[in-house]
């Protein structure tokens, strides 16, 4: 057992060595990303580097960075092995299905079975669970009914405070444009998920290009290692912060500036 630790290290201490560890860790551990659109703001920003959780989905088909080759190139497969699916809320990240060379950051808001339409940019959806469950897991929501089912109006909202729309986007009858009002209703196919941005009026997503199949996920957002602003300066705040600890945090600073403005508004001050 010495021995083969003495080897061990010795091998690790190598240059062929640290080269297998890192592929190793890059491959099914961790692997860095750097948040270059504003897709996901405010939950995730620009200039945001991340670690993602390699093994949260199961273990995709490791490709050596920055190539983006597959190590078995003679095989199409995006999947070693299955593992636990995302969840609804989950941000995820995965290789876009039309090419499968990039990759994107969203946050998954439908699993396969459920129903979804948008109308007037607002997001309904009918949980697969059916009716019963959607009264009793979702009292305090806005709740419509169309063609004799239950839809939740906007779900995520209230426990996402990055998600947002951007009141200067209006509806101008643009048909490039009409994904981000209005969607018929869809059904999100078997192993497909329907994943959405943060920052709604912003986000090229599957409001445009259709649901993402489980095969093309590869993980979800760890933490932030690093987060740089337009003009580079280091956000200190967002370092070595989870997404969740990020989202707290949004929901306290946007409890905290509701409370001043109604305290300032009581008072007349302006």
């Known amino acids: ?82 593992g636990d699916t995302p969840k609804r809320g989950d941000i995820v990240i995965f290789r876009y299905p ?10 998954c808001v439908a699993l396969p079975g459920d129903e979804l339409f948008l109308d007037n940019k607002n997001l309904f959806i009918h949980f697969k669970e059916g009716d019963a ?58 192993n497909e998920y329907f994943m959405m941005g943060d920052n709604r009026d912003h986000s090229n997503d599957s409001r445009f290009w259709g649901t993402v199949p489980y095969d093309n996920i590869e993980g979800t957002p760890w933490f932030v290692y690093f987060s740089v602003d337009d003009n580079w300066e280091i956000r200190w705040d967002r370092m070595g912060k989870t997404p969740t600890d990020l989202e707290d945090s949004f929901h306290l600073n946007k409890a905290i500036a509701e409370r001043i403005k109604h305290d300032k508004d009581d008072h007349g001050i302006y």
């Open 1 to 82: 057992m010495k021995e083969l630790l003495k080897k061990t290290y010795k091998f690790s201490n190598s240059w062929t060595g640290t080269i297998v560890i890192v592929l190793f860790i890059i491959f099914f551990i961790a692997q860095a990303f750097r948040i270059p659109s504003g897709s996901m703001k405010d939950s995730l920003l620009i200039g945001d580097h991340l670690f993602a959780k390699k093994f949260a989905y199961g273990i995709s088909m490791p490709h050596i960075p920055f190539l983006e080759v597959s190590i078995m190139p003679w095989s199409d497969s995006l999947r070693l092995t299955d």
């Open 98 to 107: 039309h090419n499968i060379k990039q990759h994107f950051v969203k946050r």
């Open 133 to 190: 469950w959607i009264k009793k897991n979702y009292l305090n929501y806005d709740i419509a009914i169309y063609n004799d089912k239950l839809w939740v109006k906007n779900p995520y909202m209230q426990n996402h405070a990055g998600i947002h729309h951007d009141a200067k986007i209006i509806n101008l009858g643009y048909p490039s444009m009409q994904p981000l009002f209005n969607l018929a209703p869809l059904k999100v196919p078997e």
